[in-house]
């Protein structure tokens, strides 16, 4: 096995039955390994009954393989697979609230959101609302500018989401075996 | 369709797994089962041991010896958490069981109720599965799927955590089996082009070595080994957990790997051209210092667990499947060949390990008893076919270098947690477990005192433990690393101890003390002898050491043979 001992950011797409008490199974088999998360998705899946965790992690690519394979081995777990930047679409989403006298006195901050592609989607005369979606730089430079202006009250950045870009759906041919195997297991 | 409550549900569910003993401890929580079981007594033995960590301890005994699900039944709260090491040793010693909790009910959940604890979240992390019956209806399901989770694939620990209400609701039980599960897949397919390519290694190398482990009693391998390693002529070594899985006098077997074990099979690791590990997940005790460990070959790893792979040692080639199926299919395809000169190379190490070590433990001219002696001596009372049961620390170490085996499933000892106290519970429950033979317990003076209160239910079940006791008045592994380690300072390493035939003769279990070597025969012949219980004492050499020894961290060749 070749090793790659560089750590970089990796995202781990894992796939699980809807039970409850399985995010913290996951999240264990991270920190026990002494592997910080740095971000975490989890929604329905488009598989039904199957849930989704998206979770990014630094670390070297053996302890990627490592992690995979630890966290596929919990019982209710249908697939883990991990992926560098490269082999994804990915996306992020933030909010900013930020004062609306700030922003009425220094033209600068409106000029920022709309050169970030930002979307305002409230405003009163206390604070606006701005909408970002994009990748944690695009995020973060516009975080920079508008804390640099002195208008932002609050900020929040989600986990990061993303979309395999391969033509194979792992876990739509995993169910497919699993239903196989079932199939012949019955007929046995 | 009759209702019955959750509680009588589980009987039934237990009885549906094929479940004849239980070992148990009552408690407020698990009343609604317990007075179910009361029903039930003629099909369900349940063994009330004196502690719940004997409960999970016996329980793996029992696994160990029988090959079948040990179960053990305690209650919320304390009781839970006293089975918490047995729950983490079965994990990482692969032991099948399913340990039943009681729960408070639903509605008191969270509220830090009496002897409410969070099970699920506390033995999550160190069990196969974890799951809270809350409803009776959920009662036959839950069972089937915790009898085959922890018996297939790689077997481990259960935890079923039982609200009370759901002990006390009411359900139409019907039977159920489980033998799929969408997610959990342990009996993956074995590829055809994997078998070919360890073949085809196997037929290269000139050098060939197997790493036997438990993977291969816990998936009844036994004889497909031994066709394999006839067939290619392969020499092998054995983690302490492998040590029946071929019998200790097969010509092709070289003996114990690992920081306490043969200097041939430490030796030959750094040496061969082909490493061929079955079951077993290179543990650290069995490496040592990975950076040169078997660096010059090529290694193939069977195994029946995906995640064991590239785990701790890079591997050449990974062949997964369970070593039943994939050693049968590799058998067919090695050729039958002779691996004369290399077998042979294994000899001087063996000669010379003898000569430095084994001879002067097994054959002392004068002085105090010593473990080796005692330990081979009881091993060819029973004719080498008596399952060896040790605590943990110098006396099994010590155990395992001399016991001696010619019957699969011989083995129970604490591996990979090293558990002190394991042995006596453990012991009680190997003799349930394999009631037609001689159960042998070797236990240290600090071991037997951590679960001491189990000769109780030894007394009450007249369990027919013949308890070794090796006696040298210290905690004695932790004494010889501090020797060879600390500067030799004792820190609370030296103990004193009870009159422990006192302590038996109050349990009402014969005891005797040995001190003197033209004793010993006899004595072990009483033990033997005596139907039932047995204590053992042996005085032995208080400050003797276990040796060959790999300090900790170093290169698994670089054996010390003296202090």
């Not at chain 2, 950076?291 to 995906?306: E, L, R, S």
């Not at chain 2, 009159?499 to 005797?512: D, F, R, V």
Request: net charge negative.
């Amino acid at each position: 096995m070749e090793k790659d001992t560089t750590t970089k950011l990796y995202t781990f797409l894992i796939y699980s039955e809807n039970v409850p008490g399985l995010l913290s199974q996951i999240t264990a088999v991270f920190t026990r390994r002494q592997v910080n998360i740095e971000s975490l998705n989890v929604c329905a899946s488009s598989t039904p009954g199957a849930h989704k965790y998206t979770v990014t992690a630094i670390c070297d690519e053996r302890m990627a393989r490592i992690l995979t394979a630890q966290v596929e081995k919990r019982i209710e777990v249908l697939q883990a697979h991990f992926y560098t930047d490269d082999e994804l679409f990915i996306n992020e989403t933030a909010l900013f609230k930020l004062s609306t006298p700030v922003m009425l006195k220094n033209p600068d901050v409106g000029r920022m959101i709309r050169f970030h592609n930002a979307r305002i989607i409230e405003v009163n005369n206390t604070y606006a609302v701005v909408e970002i979606t994009g990748i944690t730089n695009d995020i973060l430079s516009l975080f920079d500018a508008l804390k640099t202006l002195g208008c932002v009250l609050q900020f929040v950045r989600s986990g990061r989401i993303c979309i395999t870009k391969s033509r194979v759906e792992h876990l739509d041919e995993y169910l497919a075996v699993r239903e196989a195997k079932k199939l012949s297991q019955e007929k046995k | 369709m009759e209702k019955v409550t959750g509680a009588e549900a589980l009987m039934r569910a237990l009885e549906h797994e094929g479940v004849d003993v239980l070992f148990g401890y009552p408690g407020g929580s698990i009343m609604p089962t317990y007075d179910a079981l009361y029903d039930h007594k003629k099909t369900l033995n349940h063994i009330l041991v004196r502690h719940e960590q004997g409960a999970v301890h016996a329980a793996q005994g029992y696994a160990r010896v029988s090959g079948k699900v040990g179960c053990a039944i305690v209650t919320s709260g304390p009781g839970a958490t006293n089975t918490v090491t047995g729950i983490a040793d079965a994990m990482i010693d692969s032991t099948p069981m399913v340990v039943i909790c009681g729960q408070v009910g639903v509605a008191m959940l969270g509220t830090d109720a009496f002897q409410e604890v969070d099970v699920v979240g506390v033995t999550s992390p160190i069990s196969k599965w974890s799951y809270q019956i809350r409803r009776a209806e959920d009662v036959a399901w839950a069972v089937a799927r915790a009898f085959y989770i922890a018996k297939s694939g790689r077997p481990g620990p259960v935890v079923l955590d039982f609200a009370k209400n759901a002990q006390t609701g009411m359900v139409n039980y019907e039977p159920a089996t489980v033998d799929f599960i969408r997610s959990y897949d342990p009996e993956p397919d074995v590829k055809m082009t994997d078998i070919e390519r360890a073949a085809k290694m196997i037929n290269n190398s000139v050098k060939p070595f197997v790493l036997v482990g438990q993977g291969v009693e816990l998936g009844h391998a036994q004889e497909e080994l031994r066709t394999f390693v006839e067939k290619a002529d392969l020499p092998c070594g054995t983690t302490f957990l492998g040590l029946s899985a071929i019998p200790s006098d097969h010509p092709l077997n070289m003996g114990i790997l690992g920081m306490h074990g043969n200097l041939g099979p430490n030796v030959m690791t750094n040496q061969c051209d082909l490493l061929i590990a079955i079951g077993m997940r290179f543990d650290d005790r069995v490496t040592g210092n990975l950076a040169t460990y078997a660096k010059q070959a090529k290694i193939i790893h069977f195994d029946i667990d995906q995640a064991e792979f590239n785990k701790n040692v890079p591997v050449d080639l990974a062949v997964l499947g369970n070593c039943k199926e994939t050693i049968a299919e590799v058998t067919k395809l090695v050729d039958q060949t002779k691996h004369t000169a290399w077998i042979d190379g294994f000899k001087p190490y063996a000669e010379k390990e003898y000569e430095k070590v084994i001879d002067k433990a097994l054959h002392p001219k004068d002085g105090p008893l010593l473990m080796g002696e005692v330990i081979r001596k009881v091993s060819e009372a029973t004719n080498n076919e008596g399952i060896m049961v040790t605590d943990v620390g110098q006396n099994q170490l010590m155990a395992c270098r001399y016991f001696k085996f010619t019957k699969k499933r011989s083995v129970v000892t604490s591996g990979g947690l090293g558990t002190m106290g394991f042995g006596l519970p453990a012991a009680i429950g190997a003799t349930f477990g394999a009631p037609d033979r001689t159960v042998c317990l070797f236990v240290g003076d600090g071991g037997l005192q951590m679960t001491i209160q189990e000769l109780g239910t030894i007394m009450e079940q007249g369990a027919p433990v013949k308890i070794i006791l090796l006696n040298n008045n210290f905690l004695g592994n932790v004494r010889q690393w501090q020797e060879m380690f600390f500067s030799r300072r004792y820190s609370f390493t030296p103990m004193l101890n009870p009159n422990y035939e006192l302590i038996a003769q109050g349990y009402g279990i014969p005891a005797k003390t040995v001190t003197e070597r033209a004793d010993l025969d006899a004595s072990i012949a009483e033990m033997l002898a005596t139907p039932g219980p047995y204590l053992l004492q042996c005085a032995i050499k208080e400050e003797d050491n276990v040796l060959p020894m790999t300090p900790p961290g170093a290169n698994i060749d670089e054996m010390l043979l003296e202090v």
